[in-house]
């Protein structure tokens, strides 16, 4: 089952670029949070029926269809800064890891477990609210310009 899983995520990530190229990176931008939040909330509908595991591998792909997406707008958006844009977005990344497992612990210890994938579905869905308001704004609406270090 594990192997599935895995396999599903990796292949998110591929699909997540493909559709990054294929769909541009506003629109895939504005997707992507989307059929999260839909796969999301298909995880708990799902529980004790045969089609669970089909649900827990579209929902592994779509998780990881997300960095490439992002990276590919963050980098796109604006060339100038793009990488520096990648590099906090990964640290947000990792930093969001922890905090969400802090979540996830005060979740279940108030709520139990089986509110972990609400509590999830309402964040992806602040998420893609910041998404929809990201892929709307255009590079003249930047207020600071950023200039990497010199060297």
């Not at 992002?70 to 977005?89: K, M, W």
Request: glycine share 12%; charged share 5%.
């Amino acid at each position: 089952i594990l192997l599935l899983i895995g396999l599903a995520a990796l292949s998110g990530g591929y699909i997540g670029g493909w559709l990054a190229d294929r769909l541009g990176h506003r629109r895939a931008l504005r997707l992507v949070p989307a059929a999260f939040a839909l796969a999301l909330a298909a995880v708990p509908l799902s529980l004790g029926s045969i089609g669970f595991l089909p649900v827990l591998m579209v929902w592994s792909a779509i998780s990881w269809m997300i960095s490439p997406v992002v990276q590919s707008f963050l980098l796109r958006s604006d060339p100038a800064s793009g990488s520096a844009g990648v590099a906090l977005n990964t640290s947000a990344m990792h930093l969001g890891v922890g905090l969400g497992a802090a979540l996830g612990g005060l979740v279940v210890a108030a709520l139990g477990v089986a509110a972990t994938p609400w509590v999830g579905l309402a964040l992806v869905l602040a998420a893609l609210a910041c998404a929809l308001g990201a892929s709307t704004l255009d590079g003249a609406t930047q207020a600071l310009p950023f200039s990497p270090p010199a060297r």
